[in-house]
Every structure is written in C-alpha cells, then in structure tokens.
T-cell receptor, first 112, second 113 residues
Framework: DAMVIQNPRYQVTQFGKPVTLSCSQT?????MYWYQQKSSQAPKLLFH???????NEADTPDNFQSRRPNTSFCFLDIRSPGLGDAAMYLC???????????FGQGTRLTVV | GENVEQHPSTLSVQEGDSAVIKCTYS??????FPWYKQELGKGPQLIID?????GEKKDQRIAVTLNKTAKHFSLHITETQPEDSAVYFC????????????FGDGTTLTVKP
C-alpha cells in the first residue's frame, strides 16, 4: 500500500564517497520533492521536479544533485558527503491539481 | 520568503485533555496550511489541512483554525490519547505546490496515560 517508497531506509556511507538515495511513487504525481531533515529540526526543502523541470532551492549546496528519469522515480545524489550531511532525507510527491503532499518514510543517512 | 513560527516546542498533557499548537506565518500570499504528524523514524503524515478561504476545519478529534488577518493558525486535538504522542509540524505554502512548504520547527507532544 505504500505510495511513496524510499530505499534504502538506512544508509551508511564514508566521508567523501558518493551516495545515491532513491524514491519511487505509485501515485503518478507530476511533482516530486527532496527534503533534508536533521535531528530535532524541521524538514528543509532541497529541490523539486515539476515533471521534468528541475527547481533548485537557492541555498541548496552544489554537493546535492537530483535525477528524475521518469515519472515514478527520483534520485538524490550526494557527490561528496560530509559529516554535516548526516540526516534523514525525505521524498514527497504532489499533484498539480491537488494540494496534498505525500511523504515517504525517509532514508536515514550516516556518514562515517 | 515565507517564515513560519511554531509554539510551543514541547507540550505534555494528560490523556483525555486537549492540546493546542499555534503557528504564525509571514507571507500573505500563502493560502494552504497543512499539519503533519511525524512519529519516530518515519516520514511526516498529513493529518489535516486548511485553505485560506476557510476559517475552521474539523476532523473527528482534530480541528484547525485560521486567522488570515493576523496570519495565525492553530491545531486543536481533543480527548488526547497516548498514540497522539509524536512531533507535529505546521507548514505554509501557496498555489498548488503543496510539497514546497515552509515548515515550523515542530512541537513534541507527549500524552501521559
């Protein structure tokens, strides 16, 4: 029944080693978002795709990239993870015709 | 840009009591205000939302009120239960881009049995 699926749920990566987090959705929503949530903080939007159009937030570091090969999948690439990038990464989707956003369960990233 | 402030940061109530969480926003263009519940280790889950053309909305034990003039909105939970314990986030956004929300800092609600 899961509609927004994030894999893996937990990811450990080495300092400076590229890592990719994935998100898939069964809702056929045209908008997909990536949020970063650090411990005891609010989710912070990194970027989003409106269909194939990529929209970056002004303060998102260049170290974070994203790919959306099709409607169902979206990837978050961290090119050179630093210790400060350890966080929960949340994927969300919404439809242009409906204001409700659906979140995945998140991927908790640990950088060692 | 939008700025959302949320109070209190922690709230402890006895089972059966009511809980109220308040938020303010800064951007008068914001017209959609969702509330999310986040349990430990999980993603946020929408529990109720309100649009700017409505002053109040209720869903069983949960209600939300909106004062557009004052740019305030509040979450009310009545007859609280231990399973209501979680972190609650308010958010504000405009247009139909619901996922492009500015979140409040969250309220950790603890309901004591």
């Amino acid at each position: 029944d899961a509609m927004v699926i994030q894999n893996p749920r937990y990811q450990v990566t080495q300092f400076g080693k590229p890592v990719t987090l994935s998100c898939s959705q069964t809702l056929n929503h045209n908008v997909m978002y990536w949020y970063q949530q650090k411990s005891s903080q609010a989710p912070k939007l990194l970027f989003h795709y409106y269909d194939k159009d990529f929209n970056n937030e002004a303060d998102t570091p260049d170290n974070f990239q994203s790919r959306r090969p099709n409607t169902s999948f979206c990837f978050l690439d961290i090119r050179s993870p630093g210790l400060g990038d350890a966080a929960m990464y949340l994927c969300a989707t919404s439809s242009a015709t409906n204001t409700e956003a659906f979140f995945g369960q998140g991927t908790r990233l640990t950088v060692v | 840009g939008e700025n959302v402030e949320q109070h209190p940061s922690t709230l402890s109530v006895q089972e059966g009591d009511s809980a109220v969480i308040k938020c303010t926003y800064s951007d008068s263009a914001s017209n959609y205000f969702p509330w999310y519940k986040q349990e430990l280790g999980k993603g946020p889950q929408l529990i109720i939302d309100i649009r700017s053309n409505v002053g109040e909305k209720k869903d069983q034990r949960i209600a939300v009120t909106l004062n557009k003039t004052a740019k305030h909105f509040s979450l009310h939970i009545t007859e609280t239960q231990p399973e209501d314990s979680a972190v609650y986030f308010c958010a504000a956004t405009h247009n139909t881009n619901a996922g492009k929300s500015t979140f409040g800092d969250g309220t950790t609600l603890t309901v004591k049995p």
